[in-house]
């Protein structure tokens, strides 16, 4: 049975680059090609050996999109595809689950090299001496539910505005961003936000605020 790769990102051309890039690795793979998370999403109802995943698309930004894929898909291996160059943004995304990194920067054989790597089962990531992060694990602990409340609040909502969206009670918010500020180990609202700034992959992550 022929390897089946899903490459989502939404600028075509690189989706061809990458396509190129998987047919060098898995001469006969299944190449499907996503341009949204979502549509990466239903691609993966059917078997797939691995998920090529922009961080940046229409319906997804930064690393929550990888939380996401790895709570659906534990077992899957999936590559990051970004055009981040920080050490850190390598480092969180191997922290959350990544298999490999490839920043869009990187030449046709360095994609290759990449690809193999994660299709004998190894990790590939750009060079890089960062710690692991402990604020990241924290945020790793949120349920998906806690995650859509929490990225709400970084929008400004207030509790009412968030039931609303996500069609729950006021109650139910209120206790999921209880148990958020305990695992995150804030007390505000604003150290909740600047805490989960982390994920994000185009701007420098915010320090952890003391309480």
Known sequence: MPARIIIADDHPLFRTALGH???????????????????????????????????HMEDSQGLSALMDFRQDFPALPIVIISASEEARVYAAAAQLGASAFIPKSASLQQMREALVAVRDGDQWFPDAEVE???????????????????????DGLLNKQIAYELDISEATVKA???????????????QAAMLSAKLDVD????????A
């Open 21 to 55: 890039a998987v047919a060098a690795a898995w001469p006969d793979a299944d190449t499907v090609e996503a341009s949204s998370a979502a549509a990466a999403r239903a691609a993966l109802q059917h078997h797939a050996d691995c998920l090529l995943l922009d961080l």
């Open 132 to 154: 692991a992060d402990g604020d990241l694990a924290k945020i790793a602990s949120l349920t998906p539910a806690q995650r859509r409340i929490l990225d709400r609040m970084r």
């Open 176 to 190: 999921h961003i209880t148990a958020i500020f305990r695992k995150l180990g804030v007390i505000s609202r604003t």
């Open 203 to 210: 701007q420098p992550a915010a320090n952890t605020p003391s």
